[in-house]
């Protein structure tokens, strides 16, 4: 049975299935085989293109497929409304790239983050109508945008809306609203990012223009890197189809990388194969740095471009503007820590903060405490604009909901959103935020518990298990790493090294372990040598060591007392 004791980081152990207890590999593999429901050949561990479905389920997909048909084959320019974050700018990208490759003349816009905001403003839909273009795409944007969407109907634009964002109760006045989240949607259990309902799009055109006999020699394969990218970097769940996009989009990453991709990989000193933890630290955060403090625009470009020399300098420009973006957000998470001392509620907002910085620094803190926070700048005309995250079992979309009422405009998914606060309203808003958190912790115990997969004997510490254990990737939200108990061991040696690393040397008076840890933050104290402590955390191999190591990454401790 697990320990009634709570963690170090005061949560509960509870079993992610059924109770699993192995001393040796291949009974601890079996085991969690056993308790998933999985078999070494289940289609889970192999996951197919060929079972991605047919695009045309998702609503309106009909018409606007056949109107982005019609624009091609009629020779109109077609503008693309973008985003300025790691989904929207690389949404824009593979439209851009894939419609040029099928004849289309193709424009787009990117929004200031922190001059525009999120969306599609009226005065960009006027002025891509002036220039006399006809249809527009909307990517990771759009459904909150009702005016802009009415004015473009009442103006002749046909705007299709491209988004994953949850609707409002009021939809768009769009061509077409291609959004999962809809209510009379569902398409791929409303998990697709913004990237992953463009992509859709593509295939649903391609497939007309086949049907046309028309069809572009391109392959809309070549667009999986980026799509694996998006689904990433926007924290969706990596189940499902956003798992076959995600697998097969890594795939491509490591072996047949675009330009861009492939000078962003150089720039961020990639050596190993791609995997989520890639994307996540070290090449997102370098697409996301352009938006954040310049323009997303840099980002785009270089996601779309076919000139290897283009793509290595905007690669190098993003690599600068990500240290100085790394600089501030420090600085905005030290001050906002300071400013919530003492505080159970995690909501905050400065006049001083970076636009493109308050959303990390709220993830930050959503991280170290366990639950939702949010993190607001004031823009020149004095508008409290915040942006949210939360962690795993939160929901963030209908958190905003439950706010809505403060909110002058909002927009958000499970894992993130973000809206501009109505005049004199903060405190209101504070008080719904932290009820609505409040209500979700209660409503399943959030934050009080650990799920573990099973209870590890040294001996199944081997490369053997760890080998199999990788073949769960593409971790991330929705299918987390294996997660394991090894009780009662002695913490023999304690090396503290550079960036927060602290390597251990574990035993159990037999058998020797090296344990790592990445931030040990509230668990510094019961890491200590010569403790007798009970480790949670994950069994991964020793990349840095090779020859077969391996290393447990601890997350939690039991102490023995």
């Not at 851009?96 to 424009?107: I, N, P, T």
């Not at 220039?131 to 527009?136: D, E, K, N, R, S």
């Not at 996009?245 to 150089?266: C, D, E, F, I, W």
């Not at 593409?474 to 090294?497: E, F, M, S, V, Y």
Request: charged share 20%.
């Amino acid at each position: 049975m697990l320990p009634e004791t709570r963690t170090a980081k005061g949560r509960q152990l509870v079993w992610r299935n059924n109770p699993l207890n192995a001393d040796e590999p291949l009974q601890a593999w079996q085991g969690l085989l056993d308790a998933r429901g999985l078999s070494e050949a289940d289609a889970f561990f192999a996951p197919r293109l060929s079972d991605l479905p047919d695009p045309f389920v998702m609503r309106d997909m009909d018409k606007a497929a056949a109107r982005v048909a019609q624009a091609i084959s009629g020779g109109e320019t077609i503008h693309i409304f973008g985003d300025f974050d790691a989904d929207g700018v690389n949404g824009t990208a593979i439209l851009l790239e894939a419609l040029k490759a099928a004849g289309a003349v193709v424009s787009f816009s990117i929004p200031h983050r922190a001059e525009q905001g999120h969306g599609i403003g009226v005065g960009p839909v006027e002025k891509t109508h002036a220039a006399g273009i006809c249809l527009g795409i909307s990517v990771d944007t759009g459904t909150s945008c009702i005016a802009a969407c009415k004015r473009a109907r009442e103006i002749g634009l046909d705007l299709i809306v491209s988004d994953h964002h949850l609707p409002d109760e009021e939809l768009p006045e769009a061509f077409a609203l291609l959004n999962p989240a809809r209510e009379d949607c569902g398409f791929a259990d409303r998990k697709l990012c913004g990237t992953g309902v463009a992509f859709f799009l593509l295939m649903a055109v391609w497939k007309l223009l086949r049907e046309q006999h028309s069809a572009p020699e391109f392959d809309l394969r070549s667009l999986l890197d980026r799509v694996a990218i998006a689904t990433v970097a926007d924290v969706m769940d990596i189940v499902g189809v956003n798992r076959i996009l995600v697998y097969h989009g890594l795939k491509r990453l490591n072996t047949q990388p675009s330009v861009g991709m492939q000078a962003l990989m150089a720039v961020a000193r990639v050596k190993k194969a791609a995997t989520t933890e890639t994307i996540g630290f070290y090449l997102a955060p370098r697409i996301n740095a352009a938006g954040r403090m310049q323009h997303g625009e840099a980002a785009m470009r270089m996601l779309s471009t076919s000139d290897a020399d283009e793509a290595a300098m905007l690669a190098e420009e993003l690599d600068v503007t990500n240290k100085q973006r790394r600089q501030v957000e420090a600085e905005v998470f030290k001050q906002a820590e300071v400013k919530l001392a003492g505080s159970d509620v995690l909501a905050i907002y400065d006049g001083d903060w970076h636009a493109g910085v308050v959303g990390l620094a709220a993830g930050r803190l959503a991280r170290k405490h366990g639950k939702p926070a949010a993190v607001g700048f004031v823009t020149p005309d004095g508008v409290i604009r915040v942006s949210l995250r939360g962690q795993p079992g939160f929901h963030i979309g209908d958190l905003l909901n439950a706010c809505s009422e403060y909110l002058d405009g909002f927009g958000g998914h499970a894992g993130a959103g973000g809206g501009s606060i109505k005049f004199g309203e903060w405190d209101g808003f504070v008080s719904a935020f932290a009820a609505e958190v409040a209500k979700q912790r209660k409503s399943a115990g959030l934050g009080m518990q650990l799920a573990v997969d099973g209870i590890l004997g040294l001996g199944c510490m081997h490369i053997g298990l760890a080998g199999r254990l990788s073949r769960f990737e593409p971790l991330g939200r929705g299918n987390p790493a294996c997660t394991w108990l090894l009780k009662d061991l002695q913490i023999a040696d304690r090396r503290d090294l550079k960036g927060g690393v602290t390597r251990l040397k574990l035993t159990d008076g037999s058998r020797w372990l090296d344990g790592i840890v990445f931030g040990a933050g509230a668990i510094n104290d019961v890491i200590q040598p010569g403790l007798t402590v009970s480790l949670i955390g994950h069994l991964q191999q020793d990349d840095w060591r090779g020859n077969g190591a391996v290393q447990f990454v601890v997350e939690d401790v039991i102490t023995a007392d």
